[in-house]
Every structure is written in structure tokens, then in C-alpha cells.
């Protein structure tokens, strides 16, 4: 009933908020752009004047102004911004109640130019700038601006760039660039390596990024010497907003969510600690400080003593689940410092969310009949705090340097539950899962750009330091066996599994202590420097890349039995009092630590590069970059194997070579075809010799050396060639066809192993191949106006990028697979996005759609007894609108994923080879509509109007 009312409310809002609207008349409005006449690209702080009057504004860092309250009339515009020509717009008519739209370009002022060294800020986030960047580019580039993000309404970077061409998103965080898994993808934040908080994959979490800090994201889809080696998909460079000279904003936009099947319905949660409010409860929930490794060495009440020390957590608490709440403050700035200037930029955002899922999971046999059903009541709370702190300054010869911050705080506390079903449908067992864990990721810049002889030669250079931290303290998981009620009125009863006394059983009753620290330093710098031969400018590149990561891990794991002797029916206890501290005795519980397993390694990797380039133009269309990356790395890991040591040194030595080759045929048209060599190194967790049990899967994740540790993972090796067309056919608009192969030499999978476990680890098959082709399309829909002799397409704009892909992985004796030569773990073969951008004349109205599929794709590739788990396609719709109140208000309101079709992972137990709903299904739910509102606040204190001289 609560979901009823919630989306009658919003129908309600949204009618109102159409018919309230209306009536925002009040005198007079002139609004409009401004451009440069020759690149199309907004004029920030341009002034926008009524003549003879007070009346008057400033362009915002999209170009945009607004002046109201302007009294009915005719009246002169004139248009004057530094470095640009003066302009003047006669007999503009403004009409009581209505909004004048005036756009205007302005011409560059060669006089002014010769006398004047500006050092204000290139716009680089518009749509237009984004296109030129990416035309302009020496290789193949797709990317989008944050003007094009502003439409959308995403709400952080990792729903931003699955509109990317060829972009796929897993878990709504870890990127897929053409249909290849996350692990061949790397990610750079500002041009140096990104910090990433994930243990178990190599992949940056895009979710920590708040939309509106965004200036713009590239992904580079092949190789060129002065970019980093490992990467096979795409290397996605990530660039946070810059200050803009003589801009000072603050923004507040503040969001409410609502979602089907959780909000306002029950939701279980832990025992609450300090700092739980904000994603710092995870030391709260840590073992106490100097806490023993407990050992049969400790006497019986000397253990109990410490075991009553760990709190009892097991315990769900019940609450109503919230609505989401998304709230980001940014404030961009000049701080004047005696006669100069530092641009700033600063942001604080807060994000609490809730989400309760209900999953059916099931097991098969070798045929595929069904053996055992699971029912999860998964609870979820994400919380995250983040503050972005950026100083800019440019120096008097148009030198830039940078001093950039990221933090954020990251938690989930998670609660489930698990109901386990014969194939009869008789209850057998009830699990329970109750975690929390805290993400705490930094990233530090000092960067500096620099230009001599006249232009001729550019120097640029990036230190930075990266710090991530993943506690996840008290992971608690315990496990009954479920004796229903009979028909004779005997009532249902469980029994906890624990194991003989003194036995440990982590994944049945106990509970798992985990830390990861890593540190990264890097150091970019990189030279261009133009020499004339033959009447040609070639420009020489040369750079050097320098990185150390350092890594930390340790785990500690403790589990309850019963002791000998003691009251069996304790075992009969619920969940929240079964570990109670009076149960912890000699005639009870005794706890014992798992000291033989590989729960702690330390690692480190040393990267040197180097780089030599050549971009020549041959002629005035043909041009090509060429030239070779040399990269030493080591790979060091120190851990041991129930006490036996085990250390890896793995130093490896490539020299990566790359050749660009662009035509144009015109100023609108080109045509790119390149070749380069590129790398894929296994990753800390993918070699450390530590298992992992999965609750999800009910499986064992194992480090390649714990299952060889005298054979280490190889380095594969990608070569990578790519053909693609360009069209431009008018400012902003393009139209891109593609077609690219990869081939791989000794790929590195996870895979089934054959134990007399489900266990999945990782290893080197011999070789594999990727093809497929691209389309990217950005076009305006005006020209069907003359078509069907309408107006009512002018304002509307689409865009619309797929790719089809195809793979094969050839297996080698360490795999056992179920069909034979398969796809590449993670390749989806195909992905599709579409979205259509409506915008009245004045953008006072904007109302959007977008679409998303991707392709069947493998998530554990499975072996002869195992069939592959593949995730189906799923189709999503996200619709947006955003009415503009006024300069200082908008209102926005939208639906993701309204069709919510069910996220459902398969096993092609048939071997036809089709992935399909029919199939057994492996695990299924459905994520639930989502609904938000929103508020958008403005407020510029420097663009009050501005009186005339």
C-alpha cells in the first residue's frame, strides 16, 4: 500500500510541479550563450549588457546567462569578453512574461591577442570541446562531457560511463570496455594511476566520483607510446573540474530516492556504532587492541576470557528502510592572494542508501536438475562521504600548477539471511551472513604544465601518492540445519553446525577479521617539442612513468564448537544469543583460531617506463604517430603455505611498440588505422596465495600459488589494431564506424579447478582473439523538420553507440572446459545505448530517455562437470526531467530502470551453447524501480548585475 501512495505522490509532484511552472512569469527575461565564432566552444565571464540601462550578467562556465526582471521593451545588447571583439546587437524586443533567447558568438580580436597574455582556463567539459578533443586526438578516443552528464542525471561517474561507446558497468562500480572484463582495463584519475580499494579485482570503483565534479571522461581503446602499457579494453582517463577564471559558484543539489521493494519497507541492520552515521564504524567493530592468537597453548579459562572479549554481534536488528539521500555542496572560487589569483575548487558530498533484495539461488547436478534451492533476504546500507579539494594557479606566462585532493569514506552493512530447500521444497537449512565493511581511498596531486621557445616545446609533469584501505571487520557467518515441523504438532527446530570440539569452521560458525593497506607513488612527466623538416612541424614526444604500490594484507579468523560434555540443545539457541557470553564456557562454547591457513601476505610492484614518439604529417591530411614504450616491472610477494615461506619475484621486461596512421578528407571527414602491442599483468590477489570462501556462490576463491606456488602467473600480451571512420557533419554532432582485433597471448582466466570442492582460481590459458565493430552516433534530429515540414524536432537530439563483439579463448591442458573453445571471461558480445535529449528553446525544459542492453556474458568460466556462469542481457530505460526555475533553482525528477527485468545468471546445462531464461537459473532477483526528486540550487555571488561604466 506504502508503494501506492509513494507513486501517486509522484505522479502529483510531477503534474504540479508542470502547472506550477506556468505561472513563474514575471516581467521580462533575456537569456542565452555565448560562443567563440571559430571552435564553438562557451565563453566563460563574457558581459552580457543592456545599453542605457543597470541591467546586465555574466556568461556562467557553460557560456550561459540569464538577466530577468528586465522591463518590456526594446532595447541594445552589447557583448564584450577579453581577447574577443566587441559585439552589438540592436533591437532586441522583450515582451512581458516571456523569455527573449539571444545566443551570440564572438569573434577572437588579433589586435587585443598581440597585447594581451591571457591566462584564464580553456573550457574542456562542453560537448563541443569534448568532440574537438577527440577529433583532434592521434588515436582512437570516445568519450563524453560533463555537459552531456548534466542531461542525464547520473549520479556518479560509474553510471556516467556506461554511456561511453563499447562501455559496459558490472556491479553499478568496475568497468568493461568492448565486452572485455574489467581486468584488462586500466584507469587514471588526472593522469596518473587511479587508487583502488578492491582486494579480489584490479578494477577503479567509479562510484566514488560524484557527476557533478566530472569535467570530462576519455577512454583511449588502443595503444600510443605515451600511454601506460597494461591495458587491452580501454584506458579510461578520468579528469575532475578545473576552476574557471573570475567564476564563483556554489552548488547544492540535493536528492531523494525511493525504491520498489525497499524503501519504507522492514530492513535489518547490525548493532550500531559510532561513526556508522558517516562510514567510519568499521574500528569500532575491530578485535580488541593487542588481542591474542588463541592456541590450544592457552588453559581453558584463560581462552574464555578472551573469546568474551569479541562482542557479541550475532544479532539482527529491525528497522523501516529510508528514503536514499544524496547531498552534494561544490564550491568553486578565486582566492586572491595580494595581487594574485588561486582558483578552487571544493566539494562535499554525503550518500546514504538502502537497498533489500530478495534472491533465489539454486544448485544441479550434472544434468541440470535442480538439487537444492536458497531463498536470500539480502539487506544493504551504503553510506559515503567525500570531499574533493583542488587549487589551481596560473602563473603570468599562461604556466599552470595544480595541487588536486580526493577522499572518500565508503561503507556497507550488509545482513543477510538464507533459506535452503530440499528438492522436495522441505526447509533444510537457514544461514546467516552479517558484515560490515569501511573503504577509505585518497588520491594526492602536485602537477605542473609548462611551455617554451615560443610554444615549441610543452612539458608537463604529475607526482602523486594514492592511498586505499579496505577493513572489514567481524564478518560473521553461522549455519543450522533445519528439522521442520511434523503434522503430530512437534514444532520446527535448528541445530548450528559447528564442527568437533576444538575444529574451526569460519564458514559455518565464526567469524573473519580482514585489513588491506596499499600506497602507490607516481611520478608522469612528459616533454613535446616541435622541430621544422622538410617545411613540416614534427613534433618529438618523450616521457618517463615511475610507480611503486605497496600492499599490505592480513586476515584472522575464529570459529565456535561446542565442547565436549556440554548441553547439546545450546546448539538450538537463535542466532542473537547463541554466542551470548554466558554460552562461552567450559559446558559451552569454546572459540579457536584458524592459525594454519594463508591469511596474511605482503606485496609491492615496481613499474619503470619509458617512452620515444614521432607524430609526423606528411601532408596537411596525412599524419602519423609512431614510436615505442619500454617497461620494467617487479612483482613481489611474501606470505607462506601452512609454514611453509613462499616468495615471488617476478621481474618482467617489454618494449611495447605502436603506429597511429590518420587521413582526412576533408576538415569534416578522417579515417584512423593503428596497431599497437600492449600488456596485462596478474594482479596481487590474483597470485597471493590465499583462499577465500564466497558466501554468494558458496565457493573457494584461491590465489594461482596456492595452487602452484612454484609456477607464477605470466604477463599476457595483446595485439591490438583498429580501423575507424569519422564523419563530422556540423558542431557537436558525429558519426563513428569502427572495427577492431585483438589476439592474446597467454590470457590470464578464472576458472573452475577440479577438487572435491567448488573452487575457482586463476591461470594462463595459451592464447585467445577479440573482433567486432563500432558505431558511435551524436546528431541533432532538426534536419527531419524538413522532412515531414514540422518544427517539433529542433530540440531534440540522439545518441546512440553499439558494438558487436566476438571471441574465442583457445584452452590449454590446465583447463577442463564444458564446450570447448570458449568466449574470453566478462566479454559481452554486444552492447547498445541510445538516449534522446529534449531542451526547449530557452532550456528551461529538458526531458531525456536512454536505453542500455549488454550481451550474454561469462562472470566464472566452468569446467566438464561445471558449466560456465553466464549473466543474461538485461534491458534498462532511465527516464529524466528537469524543469529550470529560475538562474538559481531547478527542479529535477526521474525513473531509472523501469522496466526492472530480473538480473539472472545461467548455466548452459543443455550445451547447446544459447544462453537463455530457460536455462537453470544460478541466481535471480530483481533490483526494483528507482524513483528520485531533486533540488538544484545556484548561487553566484560575483553575477549580480553588473553597471555600466
Not at 221 to 249: C, I, M, Q, T, W
Not at 514 to 536: C, G, M, P, S, Y
Not at 801 to 821: H, M, P, R, T, Y
Request: hydrophobic letters at 35%.
Amino acid at each position: 500500500m506504502g508503494n501506492i501512495y509513494f507513486k501517486t505522490a509522484f505522479v502529483l509532484f510531477f503534474l504540479c510541479l508542470f502547472t506550477a511552472a506556468q505561472g513563474f512569469a514575471q516581467k521580462g527575461i533575456i537569456k542565452g550563450k555565448v560562443t567563440d565564432a571559430s571552435t564553438q566552444e562557451a565563453i566563460v565571464g563574457s558581459t552580457v549588457r543592456l545599453d542605457g540601462t543597470t541591467l546586465g550578467q555574466q556568461t556562467d562556465p557553460d557560456g550561459n546567462y540569464t538577466i530577468t526582471d528586465v522591463p518590456a521593451g526594446q532595447y541594445t545588447v552589447i557583448i564584450s569578453s577579453v581577447s574577443y571583439q566587441n559585439r552589438t546587437l540592436p533591437q532586441v524586443v522583450v515582451t512581458a512574461g516571456k523569455t527573449t533567447v539571444l545566443n551570440s558568438t564572438l569573434k577572437t580580436d588579433s589586435k587585443q591577442l598581440n597585447d594581451v597574455v591571457v591566462t584564464g582556463v580553456r573550457r574542456t567539459n562542453t560537448e563541443v570541446s569534448v568532440i574537438n578533443e577527440i577529433r583532434q586526438a592521434n588515436v582512437v578516443v570516445s568519450g563524453v562531457s560533463s555537459e552531456q552528464i548534466v542531461k542525464t542525471q547520473d549520479r556518479d561517474a560509474g553510471e556516467v560511463v556506461r554511456r561511453i561507446p563499447g562501455v559496459t558497468i558490472v556491479d553499478n562500480r568496475f568497468i568493461q570496455v568492448r565486452g572485455l572484463s574489467d581486468r584488462y582495463n586500466n584507469v587514471w584519475l588526472n593522469d596518473v594511476t587511479a587508487p583502488s580499494s578492491e582486494t579480489d579485482r584490479k578494477s577503479f570503483s567509479f562510484d566514488i566520483i560524484p557527476s557533478s565534479l566530472l569535467d570530462r571522461v576519455l577512454i583511449f581503446k588502443d595503444p600510443s607510446p605515451e600511454l601506460p602499457g597494461d591495458f587491452a579494453g580501454g584506458l579510461v582517463k578520468v579528469y575532475l573540474r578545473k576552476p574557471v577564471y573570475n567564476e564563483r559558484v556554489l552548488n547544492i543539489n540535493y536528492v531523494a530516492g525511493y525504491r520498489d521493494g525497499t524503501t519504507g519497507n522492514d530492513f535489518y541492520t547490525d548493532k550500531a556504532q559510532a561513526g556508522d552515521a558517516f562510514g567510519f564504524g568499521a574500528r569500532k567493530r575491530e578485535y580488541p587492541r593487542g588481542f591474542p592468537t588463541l592456541t590450544t597453548a592457552y588453559q581453558q579459562y584463560e581462552r574464555d576470557f578472551y573469546a568474551k572479549q569479541l562482542e557479541n554481534t550475532f544479532g539482527m536488528y529491525r528497522m523501516k528502510a529510508m528514503p536514499d539521500m544524496r547531498l552534494n555542496l561544490s564550491y568553486f572560487d578565486q582566492i586572491k592572494i595580494g595581487d594574485r589569483e588561486i582558483g578552487s575548487v571544493s566539494s562535499l558530498n554525503y550518500t546514504n542508501t538502502f537497498t533489500r533484495f530478495n534472491i533465489d539461488r539454486s544448485l544441479s547436478d550434472v544434468s541440470g536438475a535442480r538439487t537444492d534451492q536458497f531463498k536470500d533476504d539480502q539487506s544493504t546500507q551504503n553510506i559515503r562521504l567525500g570531499a574533493i579539494q583542488n587549487f589551481s594557479y596560473v602563473l603570468d606566462n599562461g604556466d599552470r600548477l595544480e595541487f588536486r585532493n580526493l577522499f572518500n569514506q565508503q561503507s556497507r552493512n550488509q545482513q543477510v539471511t538464507r533459506q535452503g530447500f530440499s528438492n522436495e521444497g522441505a526447509l533444510t537449512r537457514r544461514s546467516y551472513l552479517m558484515g560490515y565493511q569501511g573503504r577509505t581511498t585518497y588520491s594526492g596531486q602536485f602537477a605542473g604544465t609548462h611551455s617554451f621557445n615560443k610554444e615549441k616545446t610543452h612539458f608537463d609533469w604529475v607526482g602523486g601518492y594514492g592511498y586505499s584501505n579496505r577493513n572489514e571487520p567481524d564478518l560473521r557467518r553461522l549455519s543450522y540445519s533445519v528439522t521442520p515441523a511434523s503434522t503430530d504438532g512437534t514444532p520446527e527446530t535448528q541445530t548450528a553446525l559447528t564442527p568437533a570440539a576444538g575444529g574451526v569452521d569460519v564458514n559455518n560458525a565464526g567469524r573473519l577479521y580482514q585489513n588491506l593497506d596499499e600506497h602507490i607513488f607516481t611520478i608522469n612527466a612528459n616533454v613535446k617539442h616541435k622541430v621544422n623538416v622538410a617545411e613540416r612541424d614534427v613534433e618529438i614526444g618523450a616521457g618517463t612513468y615511475l610507480e611503486y604500490r605497496r600492499r599490505h594484507f592480513n586476515a584472522r579468523a575464529f570459529g565456535y564448537s561446542l565442547n565436549q560434555g556440554s548441553d547439546p540443545r545450546l546448539l538450538n539457541e537463535d542466532v542473537g544469543n547463541i554466542f551470548a557470553p554466558e554460552n562461552i564456557a567450559k559446558n559451552g562454547f569454546r572459540v579457536d583460531e584458524d592459525v594454519n591457513s594463508t591469511y596474511r601476505y605482503g606485496a609491492s610492484n615496481e613499474l619503470e617506463a619509458a617512452y620515444l614518439s614521432f607524430n609526423i604529417p606528411f601532408t596537411s591530411k596525412l599524419k602519423l604517430l609512431t614510436g615505442a614504450r619500454y617497461e620494467r616491472n617487479v612483482q613481489k610477494i611474501a606470505t607462506g603455505i601452512n609454514g611453509v615461506p613462499v616468495n615471488l619475484d617476478v621481474p618482467t621486461n617489454f618494449v611495447l611498440p605502436s603506429a597511429n596512421l590518420s587521413y582526412n578528407f576533408t576538415e569534416r571527414s578522417l579515417v584512423r588505422a593503428s596497431y599497437g602491442r600492449s600488456l596485462n599483468r596478474p594482479e596481487f590477489r590474483e597470485a597471493a596465495p590465499f583462499y577465500y570462501y564466497d558466501f554468494d556462490f558458496n565457493v573457494l576463491n584461491l590465489g594461482s600459488l596456492y595452487v602452484n606456488p612454484n609456477t607464477p602467473l605470466k604477463v599476457a600480451t595483446i595485439d591490438n589494431f583498429d580501423l575507424r571512420y569519422e564523419f563530422y557533419p556540423s558542431t557537436g554532432e558525429l558519426i563513428h564506424v569502427g572495427a577492431f582485433y585483438k589476439n592474446f597471448k597467454n590470457p590470464i582466466e578464472n576458472s573452475v579447478v577440479l577438487t572435491t570442492n567448488l573452487v575457482y582460481t586463476f591461470l594462463n590459458a595459451p592464447s585467445a582473439n577479440a573482433y567486432g565493430v563500432e558505431v558511435d552516433v551524436k546528431k541533432s534530429l532538426g534536419f527531419l523538420d524538413d522532412a515531414f515540414g514540422t518544427g517539433a524536432f529542433k530540440n531534440i537530439s540522439a545518441v546512440f553507440n553499439g558494438a558487436l563483439i566476438k571471441s574465442e579463448v583457445k584452452l590449454g591442458d590446465n583447463f577442463v572446459s564444458w564446450n570447448g573453445n570458449r568466449a574470453l571471461q566478462g566479454q559481452s558480445p554486444y552492447t547498445f545505448n541510445a538516449g534522446f535529449y529534449y531542451q526547449t528553446p530557452e532550456n528551461t525544459w529538458q526531458i531525456t530517455a536512454l536505453y542500455n542492453v549488454f550481451g550474454p556474458r561469462i562472470v566464472f568460466a566452468g569446467s566438464n562437470d561445471y558449466p560456465d556462469v553466464v549473466e543474461l542481457p538485461r534491458h534498462t530505460v532511465d527516464l529524466s526531467l528537469a524543469k529550470t526555475v529560475s538562474s538559481r533553482l531547478s527542479i529535477n525528477a526521474g525513473i531509472q530502470d523501469l522496466l526492472n527485468q530480473k538480473v539472472n545468471l545461467v548455466q548452459d546445462y543443455n550445451r547447446d551453447g544459447k544462453y537463455q531464461s530457460s536455462d537453470p537459473s544460478l541466481q535471480g532477483y530483481r533490483r526494483g524501480t528507482y524513483y528520485t526528486l531533486g533540488l538544484r540550487f545556484n548561487i553566484e555571488p560575483r553575477t549580480a548585475s553588473v553597471p555600466v561604466p
